[in-house]
Each structure stands twice: as C-alpha cells, then as structure tokens.
C-alpha cells in the first residue's frame, strides 16, 4: 500500500483523489470525458483505463445514483482508486479491477463507456525510465492502440449505448477509423487552447450499433486571451457542468 500517496483535489474540491507518486496523474481531461458522458440516474459505466479513478468520481459526483466500474491495468493504481471511494462516499457505487482492457469482458453490457487513453501507441517514442509512469503513458511493449480501446468499448457495451473518449486532435482521423461500422452518431467536440489556436484535444462521442450521420458541435475554448478559464472551461472545471 501507497501510505505516501498525495491527495489532490478536482471540481473545486468536490472530488478527492489520492494520485500515484509516479504513473498516470489525473488531468483536466479526465473531467472533460466525465462531464461529456452522457449518463443518467441509474445508469452502469465502465471507465476503461482508469488511473485512480479521476474520472470515475467526477461522473459519480454529477449523475447521482450511477455506478461505475473502473478498469486499470497496474494494481498500484487499482489500490488508489479503490482507497479514494471510501475519501468521495462512493462505497456501492463504484469498484475497479485489475485488468487488461483487450482481455477483460462483462458478463452484463454496461449503459456508458469512458476513456482517456494514453495520447501516443505503445511503441511509437522514448519510453519513460519509470516503470509506472512508462505503461501509464503506454511506453510499453504492448502494442496497445486505439483500436484496443474502441474495440473493449464495443465488447462490453449494450446495443444503443454510448462510449465516450477524449484524445489528441491530431488523432481524430485513427478514432473514426477504429468505431468504423461498429458505432455511429458520432459527436466531435474540440477543445481549444485559446481562440484562433489549433484545437489540441477532441471529445468523441458515439452509439453502439447506430448509422445516425456524424457531427461536429460547436468547440469549448479553455483560456481567454489573459489565460484565465473561459466562462465555459470554469463552469465544467470547477461546477461539474455537463458538456451537451
């Protein structure tokens, strides 16, 4: 057990999360991906990748009465996250398990897919020293790709619902590849530094087993031009706003 784990806080201190000292660190995108999910009352997510569970708690934290199970690969982050349901209140209505995604499969359909994968293929740039940290970024010799993700999204989703990723903009192209036939009515969302910058991240947002044509929804801008959150990003930020 992790005794030196630091706590840190996300939603304007609504949501506590003690972080690994080394591998993944919870993110803005971890609550961008939570408050893009379309969940509700009652609704059962599973969050593929999901660290110690930063986007779990913020998806927890605004759906009440959801439940969501969190897979993650490294029992050291499994360990955290499963520490921090007891520092949200959250005991009944979220678990994580020690898995691969690739392997791992439901007995029952889940209403909701997360994730928040790593931003590059395993394989593709320098691997980080640390062992932790290498295969939270995906620095590994698993040759884990977007498809990966996609496809343990399909697997272990019901018919009609929905998966929910955030990612690099410069890898919208391989996601519309990877949901191929198998999803539809996909929703873009991209996220921009600033006005007048290129976008660096995108939401994607699709349905199992749909043939709805595709959009693109009008973009969140984070920053306004002296670097403070946009009155958008804060609403998301700090109040837990969904993001339609």
């Known amino acids: 057990m992790n ?12 949501v506590r999360l003690l972080q ?27 969050d593929l990748g999901a660290g110690v569970g930063g986007a779990s708690f913020c998806l927890l934290w605004r759906v009440a009465g959801s439940h969501v199970t969190g897979l993650e690969i490294q029992p050291s982050h499994v360990e955290l996250a499963s520490r921090n349901i007891a520092l949200n209140n959250a005991e009944g209505r979220a678990k994580f398990i020690q898995a691969d995604i690739r392997a791992w ?20 740039y320098t691997p980080s020293q640390l062992e932790e940290r290498a295969k939270a970024l995906g620095h590994d010799d698993e040759k884990i790709t977007v498809q990966d993700w996609i496809d343990a999204g399909f697997h272990n989703l019901k018919p009609g619902g929905s998966m929910t990723m955030i990612h690099r903009a410069d890898y919208t192209d391989k996601i519309f590849q990877a949901l191929g036939r198998k999803f539809g009515a996909i929703e873009i969302i991209p996220l921009y530094p600033k006005a007048g910058k290129e976008a660096v991240r995108v939401i994607v947002r699709a349905l199992k087993d749909r043939r709805t044509p595709s959009k693109i929804l009008p973009a969140i801008i984070l920053h306004d031009v002296d670097g403070s959150y946009t009155e958008t ?3 998301i930020l700090r109040d ?5």
């Open 105 to 124: 499969r439901s007995p029952e359909r889940f209403d909701h897919i997360i994730c928040n994968p790593p931003y590059l293929d395993a394989g593709t």
């Open 240 to 244: 837990g706003a969904a993001i339609g």
């Open 20 to 46: 690994a000292e080394s591998g993944f660190r919870t993110s803005l995108d971890s609550v961008f991906v939570a408050a893009a999910c379309p969940a509700g009352e009652g609704d059962r997510i599973l």
């Open 3 to 14: 005794e030196n784990a630091p706590e840190i806080h996300v939603l304007n201190h609504k």
């Open 233 to 235: 990003a804060d609403a």
